[in-house]
């Protein structure tokens, strides 16, 4: 089997790669050698290779004129039906044959009826529902924010914090973290903001389990609310 160049395929459609190579005249199977039970024989051996995309070449190409067949998946030149059965065992035969399955299957599904489409919007509104974030819980996550502010303006009453991600947008789930990011003065270095900000973070009774990761590209602070139990990520840029 040989791989054909790729600049060949890139010029021409696939049907026409191994039509028009540079060909050696003559059959590329001589039939007429064939008793006809070993020509049936080959007629029902190539019609089962055709459900695996495996052609007889109309011409034998001149770079490999032992060649007798094509893989139009695999682009790859065969020289028996033995080689072609071997072939369609390859992994990466399979994965391709599985690929082409699948997108026809899909190709040919009929489009879903009234009710079909219905039942879809009622199972995402019960997901949305159960797992989704509420404006309840967004209320929540803006409290939480607040609590912490409040914590930090003990020792740092210049700085702010800002809710974004799921928080901000809703589109979350109600164990999404908490991504908040803290806004401060020019004044002060984010080294020693980051410092304060764990420092009040673990002598606070509203947070638990603080744990910092500063040399990360962003440097993060992650820690729980007590009352939640809502694992809030602080992102300081
Ligand atoms: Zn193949």
């Known amino acids: 089997?040989?791989?054909?160049?790729?600049?060949?395929r890139s010029r021409r459609t696939r049907k026409d790669d191994y039509d028009h190579d540079d060909e050696v005249d003559g059959p590329v199977i001589d039939e007429s050698q064939l008793s006809a039970k070993e020509l049936l024989g080959?007629?029902?051996?190539?019609?089962?290779?055709?459900?695996?995309?495996i052609y007889r070449l109309?011409?034998?190409?001149?770079?490999?004129?032992?060649?007798?067949?094509?893989?139009?998946?695999?682009?790859v030149l065969i020289e028996s039906v033995a080689f072609a059965h071997k072939h369609i065992k390859e992994k990466r035969h399979k994965k391709s044959?599985?690929?082409?399955?699948?997108?026809?299957?899909?190709?040919?599904?009929?489009?879903?009826?009234?009710?079909?489409?219905?039942?879809?919007g009622v199972a995402i509104e019960?997901?949305?529902q159960e797992f989704g974030l509420s404006n309840e819980d967004l209320e929540k996550r803006l409290n939480i924010k607040t609590v912490m502010e409040d914590v930090l303006h003990q020792k740092l009453p210049e700085c702010s914090l800002r809710?974004?991600?799921s928080s901000c947008s809703g589109f979350g789930f109600k164990?999404?973290?908490?991504?908040?990011?803290?806004?401060?003065?020019?004044?002060?270095?984010?080294?020693d903001v980051l410092l304060i900000v764990q420092e009040s973070l673990q002598n606070s009774e509203s947070f638990i389990e603080v744990d910092a990761d500063f040399h990360t590209r962003i440097p993060v602070l992650v820690c729980r609310e007590k009352q939640r139990s809502l694992l809030s990520l602080c992102v300081f840029k």
């Open 42 to 53: 080959l007629q029902q051996a190539e019609e089962r290779l055709k459900r695996d995309c």
């Open 175 to 191: 164990t999404s973290d908490i991504n908040i990011d803290i806004q401060f003065p020019a004044s002060m270095s984010q080294p």
């Open 58 to 75: 109309k011409k034998q190409p001149r770079s490999y004129p032992s060649a007798k067949y094509a893989c139009k998946l695999c682009d």
């Open 126 to 128: 019960n997901v949305v």
């Open 97 to 120: 044959i599985k690929e082409k399955q699948e997108e026809q299957m899909l190709s040919t599904l009929p489009p879903p009826t009234a009710s079909q489409i219905k039942a879809i």
């Open 1 to 8: 089997m040989k791989k054909l160049k790729k600049t060949r």
């Open 163 to 165: 809710l974004y991600g």
